[in-house]
């Protein structure tokens, strides 16, 4: 199948969905089994436009939109979709997850105060900032309100040696 047509059927599903072509872009390698689908904006909101995207492949009467294209040879093929993320992007998340349950772990009483927001890196206390990640290919890093966390009872140099000793590993041979 070829690119350009690929690229229709996705515009002809973004439209029929309420999404308009310039809060989307394909990024496409020429020679690759797949390809990007990268909605812009904030990045709850571009999720929430993914996946009303994903769930645009079902129709109102409960059949499955056909995404299916002929090869250049003739034969059918199909597109598959899926929500998949980035590893940049799992890798904040999971990293924010962990340092949630450490300070929780050193500090049983925020269980109910501790809010992480792991697509943004960031972990709440009683809905204001205590701790942001910064993520590389190389490492994580983390910052801190001291005040807050000196208010909460958080010993932020223990949690976050702890924390980036285990995050940044060193490798060697």
């Not at 002929?70 to 040879?73: A, G, T, V």
């Given at each position: 199948m070829s690119l350009a047509e690929v690229k229709k059927l996705l515009d002809t599903m973004a439209t029929d969905v309420g999404i308009s072509s310039d809060q989307y872009k394909f990024d496409f390698k020429e020679l690759?089994?797949?390809h990007i689908l990268r909605f812009g904006g904030l990045g709850h909101l571009a999720a929430k436009q993914a996946l009303q995207f994903i769930k645009g492949t079902k129709l109102p009467d409960g059949s499955f939109r056909d995404l299916s294209l002929?090869?250049?040879?003739g034969t059918q093929a199909q597109l598959f979709l899926n929500l998949d993320k980035n590893g940049r992007q799992r890798k904040i998340e999971g990293a924010t997850r962990r340092l949630a349950n450490l300070?929780?772990?050193h500090n049983?009483?925020?269980k109910t105060k501790i809010f992480p927001r792991r697509e943004e890196g960031i972990v709440n206390c009683q809905f204001k900032l205590l701790?942001?990640?910064t993520v590389s290919p190389e490492s994580i890093s983390l910052s801190w309100d001291t005040k807050k966390a000196s208010l909460h009872g958080v010993d932020f140099e223990v949690i976050k040696r702890e924390f980036?000793?285990?995050?940044?590993i060193t490798?060697?041979?």
């Open positions: 690759s089994d797949f002929l090869d250049p040879s300070i929780i772990s049983p009483a925020l701790a942001s990640i980036l000793e285990d995050e940044n490798w060697g041979s």
